[in-house]
């Protein structure tokens, strides 16, 4: 748009309007954010009675902090995160790598009988009721990290971005190694895969986000705490309204009052909340640009 | 690269047909491959193809402890008493209306945050915003929940604004009315941002020099806006679309589901929240499963014809 100018009245009054939308565009992505980071640095009282928006800190302190940091659910959230993270997406990457490979071959008869196959799950599906009973009464996985694992540790779509990557790799590599004997196992994984680098860096990021911010399947098949992922111990905290789960424990802060315990319920959730999204905020601006290579490769399969 | 002439003439013919011998010869020079899709048809065959067989559930009175195949057989039972029911309008127009507020209001303004940031002279602030407004995508349900009901509780931010209009400063989570509106609102909140990449996409496509052309042909800056820049992104607004109504009832149960109370289902209960609510809370696994069905039906056929339609008008389609 550079090379067009444009020099009317009219034209300068949008510019400028536009300019001060997306500053409020900035503002409202912000503000809910900036609320929960000074709320959970301030005095616990000070944000129990607050009304309205919170906009700065009130006496600085970590107290909240604390209080969380001591919270074993929260750790124990975050390691079974790692491990649900890290099994589905190993599972899933490995999964999606062979069968694209296998499908993006121009010469392997079943390649289009089965991508249907997988395509059509995209667009019907049995729904979660009938997929429940197979996880719990046929493969017996009800209170199993196996439920978390296996039924959702592949996804059709990114099946179909890496096929679509690997087709567009040139022919002529894969010939001239056939030829120098290489089978196709050491093409895939020595030269397929190196290749297409960044549609891997994109998918994987995908598998990662999804799977960290998943909570539905663990709350339908889960019932011990201690394999509990993050977010669905967040659910308790920040969501389930009952109170017995969600009662803060102050004996760290040198206090035994009950009262201070309903004190702190509110900052908990505030300081919660940092302490669970800040690898996300930590590693955004770093690989933002891959998810949107991911829907630009997306959008041009279509 | 020694002998690829050579190697190319005697390239056989690629199979193309299941004819006996082309599958024998496939499985000989193809047999890694096999194995290499094996696991991931597995995994389709199981999670998929094997739930999806299990939607007889529906015409069934499903109990856990007889099985699939010793559970009584009820014929179209489970689909009447859901009809019958005053579940069954409920649901279903809260669906529609959540869908039509999505289709109506967020697709609309998602095209418009994209044409606006393309209209954007500065590139780094154009960065600086596409950046923060992604942000939000990656923040998750729970905690977007968390934040929803902390604002929209009784000394909540959002609450302290209405009620300095209204007067009325009760939990607006905790009335029907204000259902909807929480619920595209924080939507918008949520995936503007990111939902406009792929019209940032489309748009950086365009030909710069259609613009420099119309501009020396006197069209100002709304007709370029209107003889260049949308027909140049109206291929990708169009599969937008068909994907969306194609979805048209099967809103998302995350947000519902993690939001809503009994106080608010009038408006708030859609089509999947019940059928979670049915089938995984009370154990009302054939009912629960005919309502499943009946929308993975209606929406498989939702998306057929959004296709065809678009590919008869447009040209342009999904498949």
């Known amino acids: 748009m550079a090379m067009v100018r444009n020099r009317s009245v009219g034209s300068k009054i949008f510019n400028g309007v536009n300019v001060v939308f997306f500053a409020l565009v900035i503002v409202v992505c912000i503000l809910p954010v900036w609320h929960v980071i000074c709320a959970s640095f301030s005095d616990a009282g000070w944000v129990m009675n607050q009304t309205g928006l919170i906009w700065r800190i009130k006496d600085f302190n970590i107290n909240g902090y604390l209080l969380v940091f001591h919270d074993n659910r929260i750790w124990t959230g975050y390691l079974n995160t790692l491990l649900y993270v890290f099994g589905t997406t190993a599972l899933g990457m490995f999964l999606t790598v062979m069968a694209a490979y296998a499908l993006s071959r121009k010469d392997f008869l079943w390649a289009s009988p089965i991508m249907f196959l997988i395509s059509f799950t995209m667009l019907f599906s049995g729904g979660i009721v009938p997929l429940y009973i197979l996880v719990t009464q046929d493969l017996h996985m009800f209170d199993s990290r196996w439920a978390l694992i296996l039924p959702h540790c592949m996804s059709a779509f990114y099946l179909i971005l890496v096929r679509t990557a690997m087709q567009n790799v040139p022919e002529s590599l894969e010939e001239s190694a056939m030829l120098d004997g290489a089978g196709r196992f050491t093409i895939l994984f020595q030269i397929m895969l190196p290749l297409i680098k960044a549609t891997l860096a994109t998918v994987i990021l995908y598998y990662i986000i999804g799977n960290w911010n998943s909570w539905f399947s663990a709350m339908i098949y889960l019932r011990s705490k201690d394999k509990f992922p993050l977010q669905l111990v967040l659910k308790e905290i920040l969501v389930t309204t009952s109170n017995s789960n969600t009662n803060v424990d102050i004996s760290v802060l040198g206090s035994g009052d009950s009262a201070d315990a309903i004190l702190y319920k509110q900052l908990v959730k505030y300081c919660t909340i940092i302490v669970s999204t800040v690898p996300m905020f930590i590693f955004y601006p770093f690989v933002q640009k891959y998810f949107e290579s991911g829907v630009m490769i997306g959008a041009i399969k279509g | ?319």
Request: aromatic residues 14%.
């Open chain 2, 1 to 319: 690269m020694r002998s690829s002439t050579s190697a190319l003439e005697a390239k056989p013919r690629r199979p193309r047909k299941f004819t006996w011998s082309n599958i024998k010869k496939d499985l000989v020079k193809n047999w890694p491959l096999f194995i290499m899709v094996l696991p991931a048809v597995a995994f389709y065959i199981i999670f998929h193809y094997i739930p999806m067989g299990g939607l007889l559930m529906a015409f069934e009175n499903f109990k856990p402890k007889l099985g699939f195949f010793n559970s009584p057989f009820v014929g179209m039972k489970n689909f009447a008493d859901f009809f019958g029911s005053a579940f069954a309008g409920r649901t279903i127009r809260n669906t529609l209306i959540l869908s039509l507020l999505q289709i109506g209001i967020e697709f609309p303004l998602t095209i418009l945050f994209a044409l606006l940031l393309n209209e954007l002279r500065s590139k780094r602030y154009r960065k600086t915003i596409q950046t923060v407004s992604y942000m939000p995508y990656f923040i998750s349900m729970v905690v977007v929940a968390g934040i929803i009901i902390d604002f929209c509780s009784t000394e909540g931010a959002v609450t302290a604004i209405v009620g300095a209009v209204t007067g009325n400063y009760d939990n607006l989570l905790g009335n029907p009315d204000n259902w909807r509106t929480i619920y595209v609102v924080s939507d918008l909140w949520k995936n503007l941002g990111f939902d406009s990449i792929i019209y940032v996409a489309a748009l950086a496509g365009i030909d710069q020099t259609l613009y420099e052309a119309a501009e020396i042909d006197g069209a100002n800056r709304l007709q370029r806006i209107m003889r260049v820049t949308i027909p140049g992104i109206i291929d990708t607004i169009m599969i937008m679309l068909i994907l969306r109504i194609g979805q048209m009832l099967s809103v998302g149960y995350e947000k519902t589901i993690l939001l809503y109370n009994p106080q608010v289902y009038e408006t708030a209960d859609i089509l999947s929240s019940f059928v979670y609510r049915k089938g995984l809370q009370e154990a009302n696994y054939g009912y629960s499963t005919a309502v499943s069905l009946f929308n993975s039906v209606v929406n498989f056929f939702l998306l057929i014809f959004a296709n065809a339609f678009s590919k008869k008008y447009t040209e342009s389609g999904l498949f």
